[in-house]
């Protein structure tokens, strides 16, 4: 097949007027593709339970007290640690009494039956004993001796499991370094957009999402074979990196593949298998508490002598591995690329795929009547930055990126600090994420992506304001209304999460769609950076209000700012960028004219 002719005047988008905007076929296509993004909604919450902090307690003699259970050691050891004077956060300093004192009052208090009282009577006991004799305590920090962790506060069945936490001691001086553990994974995410962008541009969505698959596997191994708190670090990132690519990959193939009219339903599909794994977490690390048998598990290369690890990691791997190989490239890339006839392929599959067995076969359209751009090499990100409109569009969708991954990771990862069982909490969570992208898909459609958007981040930023004042009223703080405004916090946010793929997608021209929506996500990122540390303020006395103060404030300004940017509701998907500047252009000068 020649290659088309630079003067026609049709663009590709109109081959959609004569093939189905999502066919039976397409969506196939896209959903197998999405279901990588199950992976990366394992990975992004995996830090709540593989870096699970559990209450702690330096390791004194009355751990060895056998009437007392691990609440009341805990509890007693607390108590004292704060009766000497102790100015660390719980837990990180013991006060230590002489062993007289701790064998007498151990005696005294193991002759009472009442059990409720256990923990304050044998404080009550040691403190006046000491008193009395003068036997002042010493306050030092846990030591050589360590920590006791209140496993069992999980839920898990036994103590024998470790978190990244127990593991490698990450409390105290060292609780810093779980802190940039977690932000690591965001990092990760972070150059894993930048080198998807450059990835699928060049090799191809198909081959970003190959690359993807058998890496993340790899590293995911790695990171679960090798116990040591810096290749923890290490593989963390790299994990994130490369689940990040399957996802950018994915999400620009399945915007390719379909018509104008059901883009919108790439994101809400690979946001839906997203939230899947959002919520699945939950259900892996309740029967493997263990960091290292969950990080294995999601590289499903766990063991397989328990039958519920070895389907999951012959289900994923199977699935993983067999599907990507044999789909086919987005056309819409081989087109800027040059490659015609395997497009025209693709699409005269789609055509057959969505006839019907007693209609007439439809055809695909011959794609050189609607290939309008000789392809050539794409312009450089600094053409795209000075341009001004792209100029525009770049720096709004990046702030957008950054305040939506600051204030979604800075609730999801705070569902630790919520009342009730962990991992129905973080279920909850994901189910609610998948609600909120059911309806974003119709919304979307119907008012528009900017109108969606705007209303969904300003409902998202008054949510956040409405958990940050029951966190501050202590009438409120009691059960289930600080979980409840973190649920709805939650649900608008994933909101915004997913119509926001789907408008920067479609702001983008093909030729560079790619790296432009991987930049923007990119810098988005930081904000998944940020995020963790802001949420150390939430157990800050008197600043718990500074984290959701400043989610709501940034969340309602970004919302406002989208007010910029052109509705691209059942508008083309450009080619390339002199395209859309010069389409955007004539639109500005019609409303001006109009006015």
């Known amino acids: 097949m020649e290659k088309a002719p630079l003067d026609r005047k049709r663009q590709f988008d109109d081959i959609w007027e004569e093939l189905p905007h999502a066919g039976k076929y397409q969506l196939k296509l896209v959903c197998f593709s999405s279901y990588m993004t199950l992976i990366m909604g394992l990975s992004a919450m995996y830090p709540v339970f593989a870096q699970y902090s559990q209450k702690h307690h330096c390791l004194t003699s009355l751990d060895d007290l056998s009437f007392l259970d691990r609440n009341d050691i805990h509890k007693v050891s607390i108590m004292l640690q704060e009766h000497c004077g102790s100015t660390k956060k719980a837990g990180c300093e013991k006060c230590s009494y002489p062993e007289e004192i701790i064998n007498l009052c151990a005696n005294q208090t193991s002759s009472k039956t009442n059990s409720n009282s256990t923990a304050e009577d044998i404080f009550t006991c040691i403190t006046t004993i000491s008193k009395n004799y003068g036997q002042n305590a010493t306050l030092e920090t846990c030591g050589a001796d360590g920590n006791v962790y209140q496993r069992h506060l999980l839920g898990a069945s036994s103590d024998s499991w470790e978190s990244a936490v127990t593991q490698f001691n990450l409390v105290c001086e060292k609780e810093i370094l779980s802190t940039y553990m977690v932000s690591a994974g965001s990092f990760g995410f972070l150059l894993g957009s930048l080198v998807a962008g450059i990835h699928c541009d ?17 590293t995911y191994t790695a990171q679960g074979l090798i116990v040591n708190q810096y290749a923890f670090l290490i593989f963390r990132t790299l994990t994130s990196l490369f689940s990040v690519i399957g996802f950018l990959s994915a999400l620009t193939y399945g915007v390719e593949i379909l018509g104008p009219r059901r883009r919108s339903l790439t994101s809400t599909i690979l946001c839906f298998m997203f939230s899947g794994g959002f919520a699945g977490i939950s259900v892996l690390s309740y029967y493997l508490p263990d960091w290292q048998n969950l990080t294995l598990c999601i590289a499903a290369l766990a063991a397989v002598n328990i039958l519920f690890r070895k389907f999951i990691s012959t289900f994923l791997s199977l699935t993983l591995i067999l599907s990507v190989p044999f789909l086919p490239e987005s056309p819409r ?23 019907e067995p007693d209609d007439e076969p439809l055809l695909a359209p011959d794609i050189s009547l609607f290939v309008i751009e000789k392809p050539g090499k794409a312009p450089p990100v600094t053409e795209i930055l000075f341009s001004a409109f792209f100029g525009k569009v770049f720096v709004i969708i990046s702030v957008a990126y950054f305040v939506v991954n600051m204030v979604y990771y800075g609730l999801g990862y705070g569902v630790s600090s919520l009342s009730g069982s962990i991992y129905i909490n973080n279920a909850i969570n994901g189910a609610l994420e998948a609600v909120a992208y059911c309806f974003t898909a119709p919304i979307t459609d119907i008012f528009g992506r900017k109108n969606s958007l705007i209303v969904l981040s300003i409902i998202s930023g008054l949510a956040c304001f409405t958990h940050m004042w029951v966190i501050t009223t202590p009438a409120l703080t009691i059960g289930w209304y600080t979980n409840i405004a973190a649920f709805f916090g939650k649900f608008t946010i994933s909101a915004v999460f997913c119509a926001l793929f789907t408008l920067s997608a479609e702001l983008f021209p093909t030729e560079v769609r790619s790296i432009g929506v991987s930049i923007t996500s990119m810098i988005g990122r930081v904000g998944s950076i940020v995020a963790p540390f802001l949420n150390i303020f939430l157990t800050w006395p008197g600043l718990e209000w500074l984290p959701h103060t400043i989610f709501a404030s940034l969340s309602i300004l970004s919302g406002l700012s989208l007010l910029l940017l052109p509705e691209t509701k059942s508008l083309p998907l450009f080619q390339t960028v002199v395209e859309a500047e010069e389409f955007h252009a004539s639109e500005k000068k019609k409303r001006h004219i109009s006015t």
């Open 202 to 218: 060049t090799f191809g969505r198909k081959n970003a999402m190959m690359v993807h698959t058998f890496t993340t596997i790899a």
């Open 333 to 355: 890339f081989l087109v800027t690329k040059g490659r015609y006839e395997e497009a025209q392929v693709i699409l005269d599959r789609f055509a057959s795929e969505a006839s």
